[in-house]
């Protein structure tokens, strides 16, 4: 058994969630495609995170596409009643890998039975919808549309709550007018911290916001500082990273991803690495 997750809770949705989470997309083969080298290493990972406590699996039916969301089912069903998936939709993958929009009410449809088949559910925790406006930055742009084909999917009881991915504040104002928002996952690390005033307003209204790449993503982060704090505190940078993240704001939810058991026990005992205002200072410079 590994590291039990000690990360506390949060509210997301009508759940209470363990503040260290799951992210599956590294389930996936290189850039997100195609099968992984070893599936029943993945099949480990995603049992061992279970059993240590994760009760927060974020994933999507275009990451592969399908390639994690069937190994989830294979590991994890019948699942926990305690388990949250959480899922995306707004994307799809061409059969060269190529991540393009797909994000008329019809093809949310289809994505969002695409997964309920693919993981093997009657009903969605979540979906979060993802803006497609901005490659690498959150744009403004109507969501109206999405959000109403989700709404009437929500009505129907085939989805539970729906969140928000790569928005903006305006963007987070405008759907909360036609559906309220169980959480928002934006691109926030140590590094990337344009989003701090969006995390505070969020926690202000007792939503969640879920950093996607929370340790840099495709390029993992790196510091000398991140380095000295992590030898200071007999840790690794990346849990340094992750448990700067759980004292930045305590409605944080964090989804690091990984195919590696190590990697795995890492990220969840980052919730032990306790950082003094002197760590924070030097980390925030």
Request: hydrophobic share 40%; aromatic share 6%; net charge negative.
């Amino acid at each position: 058994m590994g590291s039990r997750n000690t990360s506390g809770s949060y509210q997301l949705g009508h759940r209470q969630v363990k503040r260290i989470g799951y992210g599956a997309m590294q389930l996936a083969g290189p850039g997100v495609f195609g099968p992984p080298k070893d599936p029943a290493m993945c099949l480990r990972v995603l049992q061992e995170a279970v059993a240590a406590g994760v009760d927060h699996i974020d994933t999507s039916d275009f990451y592969g596409p399908h390639i994690t969301n069937k190994l989830i089912k294979e590991a994890l069903h019948p699942y926990a009643d305690d388990l949250c998936i959480v899922t995306k939709v707004g994307a799809r993958r061409d059969e060269k890998g190529a991540w393009l929009p797909a994000f008329s009410p019809a093809e949310l449809i289809k994505a969002v039975e695409d997964n309920l088949r693919h993981l093997g559910l009657d009903v969605l925790d979540v979906v979060n919808l993802r803006s497609m406006y901005g490659e690498h930055h959150p744009e403004d742009g109507p969501l109206e549309a999405q959000l109403t084909a989700l709404a009437e999917l929500k009505e129907r009881g085939l989805i539970r709550h729906i969140g928000l991915s790569h928005v903006t504040s305006a963007q987070i104002a405008d759907a909360q007018k036609i559906t309220p928002i169980a959480c928002v996952q934006n691109l926030y690390n140590l590094a990337l911290r344009d989003d701090d005033r969006l995390i505070d307003e969020l926690a202000a209204q007792g939503i969640p916001f879920v950093p996607f790449f929370p340790l840099g993503g495709f390029s993992p982060l790196q510091s000398e500082v991140l380095n000295d704090v992590a030898r200071k505190l007999d840790a690794t940078p990346m849990q340094v990273a992750l448990a700067w993240l759980l004292q930045r704001s305590p409605n944080i939810l964090l989804i690091p991803g990984t195919s590696s058991l190590t990697h795995l026990r890492e990220n969840l005992a980052a919730a032990d690495v306790r950082l003094s205002p002197e760590d924070i200072s030097l980390l925030e410079q």
